[in-house]
């Protein structure tokens, strides 16, 4: 049993380029979410996902687009990346709407 | 809107000496209060909800709505304490969308 595996664990980035940080749990979790945690400011949700086919925004969509067409993944796609959004990036999944979050080990992306 | 302060950034404490890191809040409903912990090249994990009522690693939280605080304490401090901890609240009704995390306080147990 894997929890929540997030691909991959370090990228770096130049300005403008895209690409998908990977997030899939094997909990049959239906709820799912994206975090991204910067200093001093915490964990702040990017998007999240109650289930199959469902997702909506969190506090700093901007940049970044979503999808949940199975119950097991959730990637995070950043179309044309931006120094701002160096960070690092942690998926989430819990069971049920006020459950207990399972954290992936993060994703540390740079941009430069 | 809900918000959640940690006062202090970074917290530091001999072993063996008490512990507490404060965390406010505010928010009109009812809220469930939670502590999350990220020690060293691990993930963030749950450590307590206040719902629960209990201790975790010797840790405990009341959460005191008249002062609208969730503060986390433990009596006597241990080396493998040392983490990122983070307070966090779910608004009443709130799933998903609905958990907000503080910055965070960086706890530091010195031998």
């Known amino acids: 049993n894997a929890g929540v595996t997030q691909t991959p664990k370090f990228q770096v980035l130049k300005t403008g380029q895209s690409m998908t940080l990977q997030c899939a749990q094997d909990m049959n979790h239906e709820y799912m979410s994206w975090y991204r945690q910067d200093p001093g400011m915490g964990l702040r949700l990017i998007h999240y996902?109650?289930?199959?086919?469902?997702?909506d925004q969190g506090e700093v969509p901007n940049g970044y687009n979503v999808s949940r067409s199975t119950t097991e993944d959730f990637p995070l796609r950043l179309l044309s990346a931006a120094p701002s959004q160096t960070s690092v990036y942690f998926c989430?999944?819990?069971?049920?709407?006020?459950?207990?979050?399972?954290f992936g080990e993060g994703s540390r992306l740079t941009v430069l | 809107a809900q918000r959640v302060t940690q006062p202090e950034k970074l917290l530091s404490v001999f072993k063996g000496a008490p512990v507490e890191l404060k965390c406010n809040y505010s928010y009109s409903g009812s809220p469930e209060l939670f502590w999350y912990v990220q020690y060293s090249r691990q993930r963030l994990q749950l450590l307590l909800r206040?719902?629960s009522r209990e201790s975790i690693k010797g840790f405990t939280a009341d959460l005191n709505k008249g002062e609208t605080s969730f503060h986390l304490k433990k009596p006597f401090a241990q080396e493998e304490d040392s983490a990122m901890y983070y307070c966090a609240l779910r608004e009443s009704g709130g799933g998903a969308d609905g958990l907000t995390f503080g910055k965070g306080t960086h706890l530091i147990i010195q031998p």
């Open positions: 989430a999944s819990q069971r049920e709407r006020i459950g207990e979050l399972f």
């Open positions: 206040h719902i």
């Open positions: 996902s109650v289930g199959a086919g469902i997702t």
